[in-house]
């Protein structure tokens, strides 16, 4: 019975259910928190749950990393490096955005003492 | 010359000299080579004119599409392109000239605008979804940094809320690139849109949805772009000169280019985009009848213009796209004057307030002036730019004999004459004396020369729109002939 949680589609439908869970948390915390932080905290989780989405479909179960080494002579049996690469990159690009986005925040901390998001007025009808 | 011009220079020049730039000591040397850097790139666009007439320039960097990436530069980019060249280099003359404010002296201004034209510039030439989403990301995060230039309150407050709402836009933009290669395998955008019907039709929403709540975000359409006031207010004038006058172009150009790309029937993607483009036309006018705030006026009233390029757009006929791109150009050089205008303006009366610019404009005569230019043109009164833009849209729609749009527009300028006048008038009002200005001195003579550019450049386009005529129509075509770009790229590969 147990053989049914390794076939590629209930691995996929897992990973699936997982990452939208986990957007649907992003989400709640984008919707529904004010402070500055978790804000951004939010945001790289719903930006989480995209490279888990993206990892996980395009891999199944028992194939390996597209090296040829340690015996490996023909690219049978692995995987789509494309969206390894692209995930990568886009966590790279993330984590820069985010820790711009949090230097953004301790400035703006340090400048008013304001670290809720309902708080910044300044600029307002 | 030795090096071939070819459009990854677009791309390579700017971002190279912005990283290269803060390693060079010697200031005295390096905001010429910077400046320059912009001109050298409007020459370069220039340049490939009479080749791009001839045949859309494709580029292919290491592997022939689909499986590597190429840059693809056909009429409709290289306009874009040029438009943003002319653009940046305009601005960065206008900044390197005025001296004004601290926080736009010195090179980081420099730096940032070519990091921003290099994401543009990316976005507007790339074949590649990925790419598109890296060059996205640049763009964005050069516009952050922008509007965060200025370390004041207002300043952060702007940078932080265009970080967490444009950080939105690209996680939604990547899930759409995402979900296209898990069903298609391809990210070269030709090839996603050979395969793209094939799509599950469930599945061809859900991408559709995803992107257009990215990019929607990022092009600033109702219901997407209750951010963009607050932005356009808390950064400098002159930074938000260049978000309407060249980024949200770009987006604008991602968000149709695609929609008419992947959908081989365009009239799914009319209803939406020309819906989208009405309400934000109607609501922005609308709202901007009563700011209190030039800033914020200047901002809804971009917002207008860009629901009625959208509206235009998405009708997909080639008389109202060419109008539209028309439009496009007219409205970055008319919002570029308006808000370095408007900088000027605020700075010598130190608030953006209505009250406080009262019976400015017998102070500034010139600069007041220019603002009644810019401001006619963007009401699209004859002999300014805006005019021919707004009478080559409306015969499109004529020919069509679709006239609800017909009366849209010209309710929205309805709108626009309120707003317009209401703060020309108070420039030019008489009666309370002008109260005591702050410290800030007049701007320099020089400052004026790249605003009265951007004003010749006006009356010419209005005058002798014919110029243009034969471009604008290609780039039209370009832009609306789905079988000819893929068939180009495609074909291309050995």
Known sequence: MLDLLDSPGMVHTIYVLGSMALFSIGLYGLLARRHLIKIFIAIAIMELSVYLLFIALATSPGETAPILADGLTRFAGMADPVPQALTLTAIVIGMAVLAFGVTLAIHYHRLTGIRDIDAMTELKD | ?494
């Open chain 2, 1 to 494: 010359m030795a090096l071939p011009l070819t459009p990854i220079w677009f791309i390579a020049l700017p971002l190279l000299l912005a990283f290269l730039a803060p390693l060079w000591a010697r200031l005295r040397l390096l905001l010429p080579l910077l400046f320059g850097a912009q001109v050298v790139l409007l020459a370069l666009a220039a340049a490939l004119v009479p080749a791009v007439r001839q045949a859309p320039l494709l580029e292919t960097i290491v592997i022939a599409p689909p499986l590597g990436i190429h840059l693809h530069l056909d009429a409709v980019a290289l306009l874009l392109v040029t438009l943003f060249h002319g653009a940046a280099a305009l601005l960065a003359l206008f900044v390197w000239l005025d001296e004004g404010v601290a926080h736009l002296r010195g090179p980081r201004p420099f730096v940032l605008l070519l990091l921003l034209v290099a994401g543009c510039d990316g976005m507007v030439l790339t074949g590649d979804l990925f790419n598109l989403y890296v060059f996205l990301e640049i763009a964005g995060v050069t516009a952050y940094a922008l509007s965060a230039l200025h370390r004041d309150r207002a300043g952060l407050e702007a940078g932080l809320k265009y970080v967490v709402i444009g950080s939105v836009a690209a996680v939604f933009f990547l899930f759409a690139v995402v979900l296209i290669y898990l069903q298609t395998g391809q990210l070269n955008i030709a090839a996603v849109a050979a395969d793209f019907a094939a799509i599950p039709a469930p599945m061809q929403v859900l991408i559709g949805l995803s992107l257009l709540v990215g990019l929607g975000i990022k092009a600033e359409l109702f219901p997407f772009n209750f951010w963009v006031p607050d932005i356009y207010q808390g950064s400098d004038p002159a930074v938000a000169s260049l978000f309407s006058g060249v980024l949200v172009k770009a987006f604008l150009f991602v968000l149709f280019h695609l929609a008419f790309l992947l959908l081989a029937d365009p009239r799914v993607a009319q209803v939406w985009l020309m819906g989208l483009g009405a309400a934000t036309l109607l609501v922005a006018e609308t709202v901007a009848l009563r700011q209190p705030d030039l800033r914020r006026m200047l901002a809804y009233s971009s917002l207008g213009q860009i629901g009625l390029i959208a509206l235009a757009l998405g009708f997909t006929s080639e008389a109202t796209t060419a109008g539209a791109l028309f439009h496009m150009v007219n409205h970055t050089l008319a919002k570029l004057l308006l808000f370095l205008v408007a900088g000027l303006l605020i700075r010598r009366a130190a608030s953006a307030r209505l009250e406080a610019l009262t019976g400015l404009g017998r102070q500034m005569p010139l600069a007041a002036g220019l603002f009644v230019l810019a401001s006619l043109s963007v009401l699209g009164l004859p002999p300014l730019a805006g005019f021919a833009s707004k009478l080559w849209i409306l015969t499109g729609f004529a020919e069509a004999q679709v006239f609800w749009p017909i009366a849209l527009i010209l309710f929205g300028a309805l709108l626009e004459a309120g707003y317009y006048f209401r703060w020309v008038k108070a420039l030019y009002a008489t009666g309370d004396a002008p109260v005591a200005r702050g410290p800030a001195p007049a701007p320099a003579r020089s400052a004026y020369l790249p605003l009265l550019l951007i004003a010749a450049l006006l009356l010419l386009l209005g005058a002798a729109p014919f110029l243009l005529e034969a471009d604008l129509v290609g780039a039209a075509q370009a832009l609306l002939d789905r079988a000819a770009t893929i068939e180009g790229v495609l074909g291309a590969q050995p």
